[in-house]
T-cell receptor
Framework: AQKITQTQPGMFVQEKEAVTLDCTYDTSDQSYGLFWYKQPSSGEMIFLIYQGSYDEQNATEGRYSLNFQKARKSANLVISASQLGDSAMYFCAMREVYNNNDMRFGAGTRLTVKP | DAGVIQSPRHEVTEMGQEVTLRCKPISGHDYLFWYRQTMMRGLELLIYFNNNVPIDDSGMPEDRFSAKMPNASFSTLKIQPSEPRDSAVYFC????????????FGAGTRLSVL
């Protein structure tokens, strides 16, 4: 069964600094996708970044980058130059391409950006 | 693009009543997902459809829950009868299989069963 582990229930970062949110996953499949979502206090789930298991380059989207280490089965999210608006819950998720296409989420990390 | 649209945003009902949650996916998307989020269990996949056909409903908690997708632009999740433990935020998401299957979520429906 798929398993997504986010070991940091809460993280604090100073405004304008970088922060790394950890995510490890467990799968025996070779083809899968990794996702990060942001959930602010308003409740919506916002897609941030995607990494495919066959992608050789780490994904980047603006201030977000995904540190993908396939052998270690980790997919950490790096947020550079943190802003107050980055304070939110962050969820890591994985979808196995050939396993019914469903997606499993980690428990989330609550990030607080301090001014 | 209007995004995934869910209604209502908030629903308060009494135990035993029927509840219907609605979802309009992003136009052109061929997958639709229903999730439930609670503090205790996190985000759980309930059911998903591909081209309007239910593919996996193993996450539906019990027979009181049912979901339909009569056409490509509309889906419902029904709870009958509702119970207090059904109180949660219910999300609908849609994705397009050709475009990495990234799921885009609606704003959610916050359900409170008294």
């Amino acid at each position: 069964a798929q398993k997504i582990t986010q070991t940091q229930p809460g993280m604090f970062v100073q405004e304008k600094e970088a922060v790394t949110l950890d995510c490890t996953y467990d799968t025996s499949d070779q083809s899968y996708g990794l996702f990060w979502y942001k959930q602010p206090s308003s409740g919506e789930m916002i897609f941030l970044i995607y990494q495919g298991s066959y992608d050789e380059q780490n994904a980047t989207e603006g201030r977000y980058s995904l540190n993908f280490q396939k052998a270690r089965k980790s997919a950490n999210l790096v947020i550079s130059a943190s802003q107050l608006g980055d304070s939110a819950m962050y969820f890591c998720a994985m979808r196995e391409v050939y396993n019914n296409n469903d997606m499993r989420f980690g428990a989330g990390t609550r990030l607080t950006v301090k001014p | 693009d209007a995004g995934v649209i869910q209604s209502p945003r908030h629903e308060v009902t009494e135990m035993g009543q029927e509840v219907t949650l609605r979802c309009k996916p992003i136009s052109g998307h061929d997958y639709l997902f229903w999730y439930r989020q609670t503090m205790m269990r996190g985000l759980e996949l309930l059911i998903y459809f591909n081209n309007n056909v239910p593919i996996d409903d193993s996450g539906m908690p019990e027979d009181r829950f049912s979901a339909k997708m009569p056409n490509a632009s509309f889906s419902t999740l029904k709870i009958q009868p509702s119970e207090p433990r059904d109180s949660a935020v219910y999300f609908c998401a849609s994705s397009f299989s050709v475009a990495k299957n990234i799921q885009y979520f609606g704003a959610g429906t916050r359900l409170s069963v008294l």
